[in-house]
Each structure stands twice: as C-alpha cells, then as structure tokens.
C-alpha cells in the first residue's frame, strides 16, 4: 500500500488536537502547545494542547464526578462499550497503524500487528467485565454468613509510554472501564496522537462524559504530582522507566495508593547447544527487532553456548544485515527511526563502550547519516562481562552475545541484573527448558518463543521490573478492591 502525503495530512487533520475532560475537547488553560515530531525525518506532525497542573486537576474532577454512575453502570454495558470499541479499531486499523508509523517510526507492518494486538485487549476485557464474581459462605462456626464482592477501585491515573501508542493506552483503559473506574489518562509526550484517535473513537462507542479524560504534557511530573496527592485518585497504573517508577512508587505511597508498574528490563535470551539454531535465529530475531529494540520485552543479552555461539552470531548477523533501514511507511522498511536523537546517541554510547571493552562488531555498529534517527542492526560478539550494554536496557536494534559453558553458568548470568521481566530460552530438551526456567528470576518466560505477549496472558515482572499484572483474568484485578460483609445468622431469629 502506496502512503502519498495526501493521505498522511488528511489523517493528521482527523486527530483531536486538544485536551479531554469531561468528554469536551479543549485547549490548554493559556493556550500551551507543543509539537509532535515525526522521528524518520524530524519533520513536526502537529501541535497539540499541553495540559497544565490547572488542566490535570480539571480531569480529575471530571474522573471524580463521574465514578459513582459509572460504577453503578451495569457490567454488560460496559463490556459492549468495549466491543463497539474493538470492532471501530479494527475497522480504522490502517488509519491507526498509519498515525502510529508517523509518531513513533515503526514500519507500518508492525504497527498493524501492534493494531491487532492492542485491539485484542478491548475484546478480552470486554468478556471480562462480565465474569467479575463474588462469593457467598456459611463461616465455620456457622454463626454467620460472609458475603465477598469486588468493587472498583476508583478514579485512576494511568501513564503509557511512547513506545507502543495504542497497545499500552488499551492495555489499561480496557480493564479499568470493565471494572467500572474512571480514568485520567497521561500518555507520553513523544507520541500522544494515538491516544487522542483512541479516545474519539471510545466516545463514538457510547463511553460516558468523564469516564476517560486525557492531558497530554510536556511537564508530566508538574501535572500528575498534584494528581497523586489528591485523595480522590485511588489508582496509579506506570509503564516506563525503573527510576521514575520507583519515583511514583514514593508519591504513591503517601495516600497509600493502589499501584500497577510495568518497568524496566534486561531480558536474557539463552540459546542452549542442542537447540534448533534456525528456530532460535528466527526468535532472535522476532524477540530483538520487534519496534526496533524499542520494547521492554526486547531480548538484551544473548547468552549462547559456547559451541554454537559462533553459527548463531553469523545467522544471525546475515539475518540482520538483509533488513531494510527506511521511514516506515515505505513499501521495503524493515527497521524504522528510533524514537529521538538521545535515544540514538545512548544506544551508540552503549555499542562503543562494549568495543572500547574489547567486543567486535560481527555486523552493523553505527548510526546512519541523514535526516531521521536510525541505527543499523548490529550483533556484536565477545562482549565483556563489565561492558554497560549488559546492564543497562539498550532500546535500539543491538544484540550483544555472550558464552557460557554449563547450565548452571547459563542461569548464574541470566539471573545476573536487578531485572525481571521477561527471558527467552531455547533448547529441545522440555526439562531442560521447565527446570532453567523454574530457575530465572522472571514474570514471564518464552520457551522456544521469541514473543510472550499476548492479551489473554498476565504481563508483568519481578525484582526492579514491577508489580502487578496486565492481561489475563489478573488484569481486571488490578482495579478492583474486595468488600466483605459479614451477616447475621439467619436462623438465630
């Protein structure tokens, strides 16, 4: 499919460019903008409102007004509101994959995969916010009976970060709007379009007046800090960085909030010396590339068995070096820009502290000239246990290979980071497989598979990589509290 400029103007001209409280859309409070970049040239898309602390309290006000009916709405309704939701995504799917190759320089071929899958968390908690139960009991000494029902928790910040616009905006608003929260949404600032798309078409699917209201910012801590103080917030649900993670973590802990992180990573992917080399090339492949590095699922450290490390560095390498460097939305891209010129110039700081160390380049290693943000894949070999690029996320299409010898070395350095969010792990031995992985530090594990996430599945980590769970029967959880109410005993009367 041919994207002419035509077609990306009229799109762009579609999107809500102001803040959403209580179901209008308005400028910021002193007319504020700021512009949206596209990362493959460095062009400005669109100038949007950005919200001020005046502007947060406003959409929290609105998300407060709004709990009571909300919550009282009856589950079917708002598991419909999520259907109709799901079915008006999937139908745009290419304008929304379009606007997201645009903000955030993935191919459009992987934006519409991000489409499908995003869209899949509106149809699961759609089934979901039927199936929330309770539970009635005689207590043990037959004296009572204990009636146990969830209940939502209430009005909710929730911050997404830039890398998956819609996924991560649906990963959230899903479940709270199928338990009955209201929400005031703050995505990042590098890539709010989406959202605002987003949220037109919720409103086009019935979602009430407050229950979502969005201020996008450039000054994200001065318009959610006075947020997290306010005791009528009583959720905070973060994807993004372990350090500003912790930071939330602190604020929230102030009026003890209810609190969802999805943080950093530093995933391990083992490649074990009886594994199919094609098979773990391919996952490789699939677990470093997706969104050009640009995920906290991404595969970081590649942790390969001496006897093999060397075949799978150079199918790998060859792999990498067929990939196409290009905006994406031309026809042949393969790898997109990466987000901006910081996060281009961390990833090359990593690469040359790792050489300086004493890796080699197998292929790739720079970044290329021209307008736009782009590296070239690179595999790099011999990587030294002291190199940052195995501490440290690297957010970009870099694979550093290590070797091991034995299993239990293989686990020692897997396990060997503050990180605990995912790992892959590739042998055709099963035990093999189920007692490595019953021995990493992880939340979530790709046995054999270089891609974990899926709707239907609770996503999240251990140690520095969060808490709680996104996905799954356990994502609706994460916005419901339990009430127990403790009856007479009916016979005693």
């Known amino acids: 499919m041919t994207i002419t400029a035509a077609r990306e103007s009229e799109l762009l001209a579609s999107v809500p460019t102001g803040l959403l409280i209580d179901g209008q859309w308005r400028d910021a409070t002193g007319g504020k903008m700021f512009d949206v970049e596209d990362p493959a040239t ?25 709990q009571e009916s909300w919550a009282r709405t009856p589950a079917r309704e708002r598991g419909e509101i999520l259907r109709r939701a799901f079915e008006a995504v999937t139908e745009r799917i290419d304008d929304f994959a379009l606007l997201m190759t645009l903000e955030m320089g993935k191919p459009l071929a992987e934006s519409r995969g991000e489409v499908t899958y995003g869209a899949e968390f ?17 207590s043990p000494d037959g004296k009572t009976r204990m009636l146990v029902n969830k209940k939502p928790v209430g009005p909710s910040l929730l911050i997404t970060p830039w890398n998956f616009p819609l996924a991560m905006a649906t990963r959230k608003i899903a479940p709270a709007i199928a338990a009955g929260c209201t929400m005031v949404l703050k995505p990042a600032a590098l890539t709010p379009l989406t959202s605002s798309l987003f949220a037109q078409v919720l409103q086009e699917a019935g979602l009430p007046d407050g229950v979502l209201n969005i201020v996008h910012t450039k000054d994200a801590s001065g318009v959610t800090g006075p947020l997290i103080q306010d005791p009528r917030l009583r959720k905070i649900s973060f994807t993004g960085s372990t350090p500003v993670g912790r930071s939330l973590l602190a ?19 083992l490649v074990f010396e009886d594994a199919d080399l094609d098979a773990a090339v391919t996952g490789a492949m699939a677990a470093k590339l997706r969104n050009m590095g640009e995920a906290c699922t991404a595969a970081n450290r590649f942790i390969v068995h001496e006897s093999v490390a060397d075949a799978f560095a150079g199918k790998f390498a060859a792999k990498m070096d067929e990939l196409t460097l290009a905006r994406g939305t031309e026809e042949d891209s393969k790898v997109g820009p990466l987000i901006d010129s910081k996060s281009r110039d961390k990833v090359h700081s990593l690469v040359k502290d790792a050489v300086d160390g004493g890796a080699k380049a197998v292929t790739g290693g720079a970044a290329v000239d021209g307008p736009g943000y782009f590296y070239q894949p690179t595999v790099l070999t011999q990587v030294p246990g002291s190199a940052r690029i195995l501490q440290e996320e690297i957010f970009g299409p870099v694979a550093p290979i290590s070797t091991f010898s034995s299993e239990d070395e293989a686990i020692a350095m897997a396990n060997d980071t503050e990180y605990g969010l995912v790992s892959f792990v590739f042998t055709r031995d099963l035990n093999r497989g189920l007692r490595v992985g019953e021995k990493l530090e992880t939340g979530m594990l790709g046995l054999n598979a270089g891609v974990v996430s899926n709707a239907a599945a609770p996503f999240g980590g251990v140690k520095q990589s969060g808490l709680g769970r996104e996905g799954g029967m356990e994502g609706i959880e994460e916005y419901l509290y339990t009430q127990y109410t403790s009856i007479a005993d009916p016979y005693a009367y």
């Open 42 to 66: 460095g062009d400005t898309l669109l100038s949007i409102a950005d919200a001020t602390p005046e502007d947060g309290a406003a959409a929290l006000d609105a998300a407060a007004a709004a």
């Open 122 to 138: 509106l149809r699961w908690f759609s089934e979901e916010a039927v199936r929330m139960s309770g539970r009635y009991s005689t």
């Open 251 to 269: 604020d929230a802990s102030q009026n003890v909030l209810r609190t969802s992180m999805e943080l950093g990573g530093n995933a391990p992917f």
